[in-house]
């Protein structure tokens, strides 16, 4: 069965091997980001439901309940929210 990531409502298909930024990309959604790498925070979302694996450490600052898109995968369905 398909996984997929819902972003601020809008449910897209979610491949598994792919980060969650290049999901988006994919699905030519928009967001910010700048390093790709975990640094600058700004791929930055807020995890409404789902759990995320980190590729990479999250250097950036981020609150309990963010993730950071750039640097991270998931196996199962996940929801995000962007600021
Ligand atoms: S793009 Fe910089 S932390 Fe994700």
Do not use: W
């Amino acid at each position: 069965m398909t996984k997929t990531l819902t972003i601020n409502g809008k449910i897209y298909p979610l491949d598994t091997k792919k980060t969650l930024l290049e999901n988006l990309e994919s699905q030519a959604i928009k967001i910010e980001f700048h390093c790709r790498d975990g640094h600058c925070g700004a791929c930055r979302c807020k995890l409404l439901s789902g759990k995320v694996n980190y590729i990479s450490y999250p250097m950036a600052y981020i609150r309990e309940d963010d993730i950071l898109t750039c640097c991270s995968k998931s196996q199962n369905n996940i929801k995000l929210a962007t600021y």
